[in-house]
């Protein structure tokens, strides 16, 4: 597990959710969160199919407004901003969806570089090496910019859409299962990536995952979204946590294997990265 400390230069949590309701007709998804990101931390956020997780980072995001609650993101309550007044907010972050979300018919370069032309005239040469620091900071080769996202793996997918989450030089990232669909090394190179990037640039990170290694790797504390609540603590405290749904999910057979092979201890199955 990260053992990296919150960054304290910054009094008071980055993002803070109070008493969020999201419905959807009759059926309600959350129905009270309450979560608070403090500065330099990585959040890692896990719940059941349906329980919400999606719907919660795109509240969080801006891209929703619930049914009641707010969202203050730096101080700030984006669920009563205008599109407009939004745009400010969202140059201060960067996020990457599950399977990447890179525009088809743009090279990688290209999709890189699109959050750097919306907010600023950029020359030619300066679109270019900033580009290529990109590149070169998710552990891509150059000549990869001139690549359509079809030709590339789906872990060289992953890294460019971070490339393009980094454009901005955001203080806060958001991750949307940023290792589904990869195998266990490309995952693993991932965590390490993620863990590196936190490090460099003193980041604050809100990851999406159902993945236990990811989880062991690179979270301070996990976030569970269960009987439309949400239960934050270190990791530590949450596989202490008694209810039936969490212990399941932290102490079943795929639990056992992801932590054992966080620790270097040989067990049946740890050989694959927990799922």
Excluded at 181 to 187: R, T
């Amino acid at each position: 597990m990260s053992t990296d400390q919150p960054n304290s230069n910054q009094e008071g949590p980055i993002i803070s959710v109070r008493n969020l309701v999201n419905r959807f007709g009759k059926q309600v998804v959350h129905d009270g969160v309450n979560i608070d990101v403090m500065p330099g931390e990585v959040l890692g956020i896990v719940g059941g199919s349906g329980s919400g997780k999606s719907v919660l980072l795109r509240t969080m995001l801006g891209l929703q407004r619930p049914s009641s609650g707010q969202v203050l993101i730096e101080g700030r309550d984006i669920t009563q901003m205008s599109e407009a007044e939004l745009l400010s907010v969202k140059r201060r972050y960067g996020v990457t969806f599950q399977h990447g979300a890179l525009f088809s018919s743009l090279s990688v370069a290209e999709n890189i570089q699109l959050p750097i032309r919306e907010y600023f005239d950029a020359s030619p040469a300066a679109l270019e090496a900033l580009t290529e620091l990109r590149l070169r900071m998710v552990g891509l080769p150059v000549d990869a910019g001139a690549k359509l996202p079809s030709q590339l793996s789906g872990g060289m997918v992953k890294r460019a859409a971070l490339a393009r989450s980094l454009a901005l030089d955001p203080a806060l990232l958001f991750l949307d299962e940023p290792t589904a669909g990869l195998d266990p090394i490309s995952a693993a190179s991932f965590d390490e990536l993620v863990t590196y990037l936190h490090r460099g640039l003193r980041l604050t990170i809100v990851m999406i995952t159902h993945d236990l290694d990811t989880l062991l790797a690179t979270c301070n504390r996990v976030a569970v979204l269960v009987d439309r609540k949400i239960v934050v603590d270190t990791l530590d405290g949450i596989m202490n946590n008694p209810h039936p749904w969490i212990q399941e999910y932290f102490h079943g057979p795929r639990s056992r294997a992801a932590q054992a092979a966080a620790a270097g201890d040989p067990a049946p199955g740890s050989s694959e990265r927990a799922r």
